[in-house]
């Protein structure tokens, strides 16, 4: 059991994809902070696209021992 709920458990200072502050990003490379914004509004994109799928009854949801 304590192995299970070690691996469960989720670092406080644990960072996601695009939800990384941007004082923590420490260069002064244009590029590579305008691939960043690019990046995370792409992310942004992609997360409504999927909340939005979630959403349709008409789209056919898989669970477990269902096919």
């Known amino acids: ?15 996601y994809i695009g939800e990384r502050s941007h004082s923590s990003i420490r260069t002064g490379d244009a590029e590579m902070f305008e691939a960043f ?23 056919k949801k898989l669970e477990v021992g269902n096919t």
């Not at 997360?47 to 799928?53: G, S, T």
């Open 1 to 15: 059991m304590a192995v299970v709920d070690t691996l469960s458990t989720h670092s406080a200072d644990e960072e």
């Open 37 to 59: 914004y690019k990046f995370s509004a792409k992310i942004g994109q992609i997360e409504k696209e999927i909340e939005a799928r979630n959403r349709n009854p008409k789209l």
